[in-house]
């Protein structure tokens, strides 16, 4: 029942590049901004971009972030074994119920 | 470096109240503008945010858990606490405490979470 919606699954060889999109509303991507989330499997959730392409410290730079209108795109060049996991894109929804919200997730896959 | 540690019972009955503390270390709770927040994840799905708490104990909830779910910080211990009532086997998830970053500015808002748990699971069932 997210209110933000993710492909299920992306794939690519190594060393390429993917895209996952994130799409919203004016009430949370449209107004707010939006970070996303990597899980390794089991493992907790880890912050890999924030105010919509800004990377923490340590985050290399072939992971970018962008948002136009109501959605959201992650993109991962230079794919790496490593990082197969689940991506999830989040922001606040400023709506009558107001509540932060994640994306439906993505599984990223290196074939 | 904050750090942050979920603990708790790992099994819970159902009709009862699941509840979690989350321990802060590498810095003080009461430092700083930021949210500390309770996220969930049931096996093999997505991620659902269950509430946050500032350290003046100002609250916000999830409202499809807002009935159940009661947010507290106890500043002494640098720890914030969450309570679930009347538990069902779809409360059934590895619960996630957060910090999480929040500002406006001209643009919009924006809150992130910036240091994460390991995680915890919780299973309810008798």
């Known amino acids: 029942q997210s209110v933000l919606t993710q492909p299920p699954s992306v794939s690519a060889a190594p060393g390429q590049k993917v895209t996952i999109s994130c799409s919203g509303s004016s009430s949370n991507i449209g107004n707010n901004y939006v970070s996303w989330y990597q899980q390794l499997p089991g493992t907790a959730p880890k912050l890999l971009i924030y105010d919509n392409n800004k990377r923490p410290s340590g985050i290399p730079d072939r992971f970018s972030g962008s948002k136009s209108g109501t959605s959201a795109t992650l993109g991962i060049t230079g794919l790496q074994t490593g990082d197969e996991a689940d991506y999830y894109c989040?922001?606040?929804?400023?709506?009558?119920?107001?509540?932060?919200?994640f994306g439906t997730g993505t599984k990223v896959t290196v074939l | 470096q904050v750090q942050l540690q979920e603990s708790g019972p790992g099994l819970v009955k159902p009709s009862q109240t699941l509840s979690l503390t989350c321990t802060v270390s590498g810095g003080s709770i009461s430092s700083g503008s930021y949210y500390w927040s309770w996220i969930r994840q049931p096996a093999g799905k997505g991620l659902e945010w269950i509430g946050r708490?500032?350290?003046?104990?100002?609250?916000n909830y999830n409202p499809s858990l807002k009935s159940r779910v009661t947010i507290s910080v106890d500043t002494s211990k640098n720890q914030f606490s969450l309570k679930l009532s009347s538990v069902t086997a779809a409360d059934t998830a590895v619960y996630y405490c957060?910090?999480?970053?929040?500002?406006?500015?001209?643009?919009?808002?924006?809150?992130?979470?910036?240091?994460w748990g390991q995680g915890t699971l919780v299973t309810v069932s008798s």
């Open positions: 989040g922001t606040w929804d400023s709506s009558l119920s107001a509540r932060y919200v």
């Open positions: 957060a910090r999480a970053v929040y500002y406006y500015d001209s643009s919009g808002y924006r809150e992130y979470f910036q240091h």
């Open positions: 708490i500032y350290t003046s104990g100002s609250t």
